[in-house]
């Protein structure tokens, strides 16, 4: 049983995340500047209401912790360079506070930091299967933090010897929750509320669609492989799958008549980010298992599944709660 600290806790990624930790027996303590999980898993965890940009609040968290799954990361694509000079990423100074906590409290050595990264890291790369030595090129500031977080993590290991373990996330997906902003979550509220679907461009623009179950058998195998030369995979299944494609088979499993509206392309906008899955393949033993409809079925219906101690496959089995809600305010301004 670990202690386990999960920052960006509210977040759509750590809800299925906390699930498994608690499958699996571990203490789970979530962290974030708000709460929108669910009461049944605040039965079972304690939550900390504290900004991961505030050092002392991290350091407090860190303390005792085994294991923090840094997930504070909210893509945001600006659309122009005008709002270039007000974008401060809270994930890349939540990364580093992180690192600096480990470090002063002297256990850099016996904690385990695993963190998400981005296929964004990779921008207009022409690669057709994109692998973790290719030429890095973000088009997007999302990407340039990304990008700088692995490097931060990387200089963390060679300078104080803290475990860390990276994996660059492709186009995840899962049942929609109100935070969602995915392109299936969007596609599915659209398809449903407004019986239509928006593609920029031609919708030829290819993807890498991964399930959020198969995401979080990627994140618990980093736990066993963190250390100080920082390590970073892809969570890809290395399947294309174009936009307009999506679309249609979306249109199809929710039997609503079939309406696509394009507009123009989209300034930056990468054609094609398809992963190669060979490296995680090769060093985790482990590749993604959900099909695609599949996968599209089970966020159509909103479906969520227990993943069980031993083998982390999925069941149905409903979460059994036992404990009381422990509800903690870092900075009472937060308090709402």
């Known amino acids: 049983m670990a202690n386990v600290l999960i920052t960006g806790g509210a977040g759509f990624i750590a809800s299925h995340l906390t699930q498994a930790l608690l499958a699996r027996g571990d203490q789970v303590t979530l962290f974030d500047i708000k709460n929108t999980q669910s009461t049944a898993q605040l039965q079972q965890c304690k ?9 002392k609040q991290i350091q407090k968290a860190m303390q005792s912790i085994d294991v923090c799954f840094h997930l504070a990361n909210s893509p945001r ?32 050595a016996s904690v385990k930091v695993v963190y998400t990264s981005s296929s964004s890291v990779y921008g207009d790369n022409a690669t057709p299967k994109l692998k973790e030595t290719d030429e890095l090129r973000p088009l997007c500031l999302d ?5 700088a977080c692995e490097l931060h993590a990387r200089i963390a290991g060679q300078r104080h010897s803290i475990n860390t373990c990276g994996f660059r996330l492709f186009n995840i997906y899962g049942a929609p929750t109100k935070d969602s902003n995915d392109v299936v979550s969007r596609f599915i509220h659209d398809i449903k509320q407004l019986q239509r679907v928006i593609l920029y461009g031609d919708g030829k623009q290819c993807r890498d669609f991964v399930y959020i179950d198969d995401v979080i058998r990627y994140l618990l195998s980093g736990i066993k492989k963190a250390c100080p030369s920082a390590p970073i995979y892809n969570i890809c299944s290395g399947q294309a799958t174009d936009i307009r494609t999506l679309a249609k088979s979306l ?11 394009l507009l123009p392309r989209l300034q930056g906008d990468v054609h094609t980010a398809i992963g190669d899955p060979q490296l995680a393949y090769e060093h985790l033993q482990l590749k993604t298992i959900t099909p695609l409809t599949e996968g599209l079925l089970l966020s159509i219906h909103g479906t969520r599944f227990q993943h069980k101690k031993t083998t982390g496959t999925r069941s149905s089995q409903q979460v059994k709660t036992t404990h009381h809600p422990r509800l903690v305010f870092f900075d009472k301004s937060l308090r709402g």
């Open 251 to 261: 249109f199809s499993l929710m039997n609503i008549k079939e309406n696509i509206k």
């Open 143 to 147: 990407g340039a933090d990304n990008l």
């Open 47 to 55: 939550m900390i209401i504290a900004d991961v940009q505030n050092l």
């Open 77 to 108: 694509v600006f659309k122009n360079l005008h709002q270039w000079p007000n974008y401060c990423s809270p994930y890349l100074s939540g990364l580093i506070n992180i690192m600096k906590a480990a470090q002063s409290q002297n256990r850099h």
